[in-house]
């Protein structure tokens, strides 16, 4: 199973080489030492009330500053399930130590249900067709899960760790953490077995919109 690929409806997306150096998230090059700088482009935000898991783990709030410029039908996708609630009590079910933390499988992902196929569904709704863009998947940048088909993302999303440019143009950002990085920097990681499948994870116990 390839470490860097983004999981969702059981596939396994392209594998990717190991991460690489840093880019700013429109334009320039930064050091390894230094953050990207986050540039807020005034939303619309999802907003994100982290919760642990039953051995602790990430708790607050994250604030993403959605990028309907870029990808207007994935940002239409994220704004229609959480205003319907369907994000609410969703894990974070695949959490990859220096790459990323998975979520928003609305189907099988819930906390109060069994989420052993967390991962492997999808929403009511149909899938997405690519909006692929030339924004850089930088640290906290956030962007669409899919399996093969480029066409296939529907509610799973990712947040990055860390930069990952392999993934430039092979899957649709949404959005950038502009509130709250530490707390996706908490989030309980899974095991690396398991390609980094949680145990014990951490929810989005509340998810809204500020617009």
Do not use: K
Not at 152 to 174: E, K, R
Request: aromatic share 8%; no cysteine; hydrophobic share 40%.
């Amino acid at each position: 199973m390839p470490r860097n690929a983004v999981m969702v409806g059981g596939l396994f997306a392209l594998g990717f080489a190991i991460l690489g150096g840093l880019y700013a998230y429109g334009t320039g090059a930064l050091s390894a030492q230094s953050e990207p700088e986050v540039i807020d482009t005034g939303g619309p935000y999802m907003v994100i009330q982290v919760a642990p898991g039953p051995d602790g783990g990430a708790s607050g709030e994250v604030v993403i500053d959605l990028r309907d410029d870029a990808a207007p039908q994935h940002v239409e996708r994220l704004i229609t399930l959480a205003e319907d609630g369907a994000y609410d009590g969703v894990v974070f079910h695949r959490v990859i130590e220096g790459f990323m933390a998975q979520t928003g499988d609305v189907q099988f992902g819930r906390a109060d249900g069994d989420t052993s196929r967390a991962g492997m569904g999808a929403s009511q709704l149909p899938n997405l067709p690519a909006e692929f863009s030339r924004l850089p998947f930088q640290r906290g940048v956030v962007g669409m899960a899919r399996s093969q088909d480029p066409d296939s993302a529907n509610a799973q999303f990712f947040i990055m760790f860390a930069p990952a440019p392999h993934l430039d143009g092979q899957y649709t950002v949404v959005g950038r953490v502009v509130g709250g990085m530490e707390v996706i920097d908490a989030i309980t990681r899974g095991d690396p077995a398991r390609n980094g499948a949680v145990a014990q994870p951490d929810r989005m116990e509340r998810v809204t919109i500020r617009r």
